[in-house]
């Protein structure tokens, strides 16, 4: 079997020696087939990277199961002819289109914008890397059809992606995910109209950053209390990203005077120099900037990863020491915030609501529903954020929505994760705590002795290749099949079955529908005593995730550090039950 795959993978790798294929990729091709060793061959050929729903991601090189011109282009050609099925009517259909920092990104970005042209479509091109919640603020302010950016978020360096946004602003939903998807699984290389007219193309710079810049400000509910604390020491760090570009500005915006940068993370790479992966909700990629803040004893520290979509935070908790704040927190600060200053100014009218994820905190479900705001539960991604505010568009307020992975989204002028206005926004709380007397920590505190304690873990189990996806089924299928009667000492009360939207109580035998428009590969289970933990295959990583919240008890500020060293103790032998 393993002498039949490598035939049929250097059949494939034959191909790319055609002339359909540049000069550069062939002799690559041809280095690979050439290589005693077949491992990387296989691994760039044995199947095609898939544009699936939520865009591509993979690693860089040639081959199928790369990102490179070719799977950027097909997915690029396939997209094109699905816009042009689905607007005839716009006498000039348009897109624009935004990279990040990574390798190969402008390259991806401006053959993706000569394809545009060629068939016929207006691309809107960023001059440089711009963040991604800016390209999603530009198709709605530019009346774009749709939309493209180039990042593979915090993944490793050795990775891009390729996200396509509708005329929203937001990453595609149903049923224009699948659609596209199918288009672009139609698309052989030699379909790929790669040389389009430059008259097709134009430039975007400056004066989009000014007006995206303006949205930004408008975030600010506090400016008095910013004006008041505008010197508060803010370390901030691109981890060599997009938000170098706009972040800093986007503080400035709001009045706050005192941003400390890390020189070093301020250099734009595709290598990420100063960390082994540039993701924000791991404290190593944090560790420069938390190490300054020590030094100067900092109000707050933040971070936003690659592409300025998602916002890590660290504060000094009671011992003086920088630890980050999850996402859940970030997101319950957030929402807090936003509904207590509304409600001090009396801007509450009724009609408003937030939005959160399956997975994220319901200490977030607890502070709007004591709040009488309406919230929404959807699925992990914030494409299903945005199609309830367009559902709800012109009837309904939305005032903010996030989700434990360190996104959060406070304005609808944007509609995906957005570090820019986020990381704003944090700074304006931070100085709202100090104006209280009170650090951001204690602030957190402050909001669990309000609404109850609850701490958040999350798991996850990597299986690479195709044996690995088989085993993370498997997994799904043996807790489908084969329920927990009880986790951490409490019964199982209810599973929620997301693959058949049914929610089921297995003390009573109850079963009552789960309200979400399609299906999902998402288990939830539900114990009497307030444990949740959800279990889904990740849409983009070899991997299966597994999320962990239980309910505590905190009386006091002192009783903290017992009520998370218990609730972790709880965690960790829920874990263990798991075989984890």
Not at 392 to 406: D, H, L, Q
Not at 551 to 567: N, P
């Amino acid at each position: 079997m393993e002498n039949q795959e490598l035939i049929e993978v250097q059949a494939k790798a034959q191909e790319w020696l055609s002339e359909t294929y540049d000069e550069k990729t062939r002799a690559e091709v041809q280095a690979l087939l050439d290589n005693d060793d077949p491992t990387e061959l296989i691994d760039s050929f044995y199947r095609s990277l898939e544009f699936g729903t939520g865009g591509l991601r993979g690693i860089m090189g040639v081959g199928t199961n790369r990102m490179n011109i070719y799977t950027v282009g097909a997915a690029t050609q396939g997209l094109c002819n699905y816009l042009k099925m689905n607007f005839k009517d716009v006498p000039q259909i348009s897109v624009a289109i935004g990279h990040d920092c990574r390798n190969n990104s402008r390259l991806f970005s401006e053959s993706s914008a000569k394809i545009f042209a060629a068939n016929g479509i207006k691309a809107y091109l960023f001059d440089d890397l711009r963040p991604t919640p800016e390209l999603s603020f530009a198709i709605r302010e530019l009346g774009c059809q749709s939309g493209i950016i180039i990042t593979a978020s915090h993944n490793p360096k050795e990775y891009n992606g390729y996200k396509a946004y509708w005329n929203d602003g937001s990453q595609i939903v149903a049923p224009h995910d699948v659609n596209i998807v199918n288009e672009v699984a139609k698309i052989k290389p030699e379909d790929i109209k790669f040389d389009g007219p430059d008259d097709l193309i134009e430039t975007l710079g400056e004066e989009m950053d000014n007006k995206f810049l303006a949205e930004v400000k408008k975030v600010s509910i506090s400016p008095d209390i910013v004006k008041k604390h505008n010197d508060i020491k803010i370390i901030y760090t691109p981890i060599h990203g997009t938000g170098v570009k706009l972040i800093p500005a986007a503080l400035r915006a709001f009045g706050f005077t005192n941003i400390i940068n890390i020189p070093e993370q301020d250099v734009v790479s595709g290598e990420f120099p100063t960390v082994v992966s540039p993701n924000p909700e791991e404290p190593a990629a944090m560790e420069m900037a938390t190490k300054k803040a020590a030094e100067i004893d900092a109000d707050v520290v933040m971070a936003s990863d690659p592409d300025a979509d998602r916002i890590g935070v660290a504060v000094k908790n009671d011992k003086g020491k920088y630890v980050i704040v999850n996402g859940n927190q970030t997101a319950l600060l957030f929402i807090y915030y936003i509904i207590t200053k509304m409600k001090e100014a009396e801007k509450l009218k009724g009609n408003e609501f937030i939005v959160k994820t399956i997975v994220t905190t319901e200490l977030i479900a607890e502070i709007a529903r004591r709040n009488n705001i309406e919230y929404f539960d959807v699925y992990t991604g914030f494409k299903f954020i945005a199609e309830v505010i367009r559902e709800n568009e012109g009837v309904k307020k939305y005032i903010g929505g996030g989700e434990e992975s360190f996104g959060f989204m406070p304005a609808d002028f944007v509609r995906d994760k957005d570090a820019v206005s986020s990381v704003a926004l944090m700074a304006e709380i931070t100085a709202w705590a100090i104006d209280q007397g009170k650090t951001l920590y204690e602030l957190l505190q402050d909001i669990y002795l309000e609404y109850g304690y609850s701490k958040e873990k999350m798991k996850y189990v990597i299986r690479k290749g195709k044996t690995g996806a088989e085993e993370i089924q498997k997994i799904m299928t043996n807790l489908r099949n084969n329920p927990p009667e009880k986790l951490g000492g409490s019964p199982m009360e209810w599973i929620k079955d997301y693959s058949t939207l049914v929610a089921k109580n297995l003390l009573t035998g109850e079963k009552k529908p789960i309200e979400q428009k399609i299906t999902s590969n998402v288990l939830q289970f539900f114990t009497q005593d307030g444990t949740k933990i959800s279990v889904r295959p990740s849409g983009t990583e070899p991997k299966i995730k597994f999320y962990f919240e239980v309910a505590g008890e905190l009386k006091s500020r002192e009783g903290f550090d017992v009520a998370e060293q218990k609730a972790l103790a709880k965690i960790d032998s829920i874990m263990e039950e798991l075989g984890l």
